[in-house]
């Protein structure tokens, strides 16, 4: 259970619906190259690159 500042955390935008995301544990290494904010989005956005 996480009991530090969550205010802390860094925040980055999805690129496919503009939400905020902040970091999660599971994104630890590879924070850098994270893009989208759920497995739909990052679906959605290779879908409408197809098309």
Do not use: I, T
Request: aromatic share 12%; glycine share 2%; charged share 40%.
């Amino acid at each position: 259970m996480f009991k530090g500042n969550k205010a802390a955390l860094p925040v980055r935008y999805c690129k496919q619906c503009e939400q905020p995301m902040s970091w999660r544990k599971k994104w630890e290494k590879c924070w850098d190259e994270v893009q989208y904010c759920s497995e739909r989005c990052r679906r959605e956005a290779k879908h409408r690159r197809k098309a």
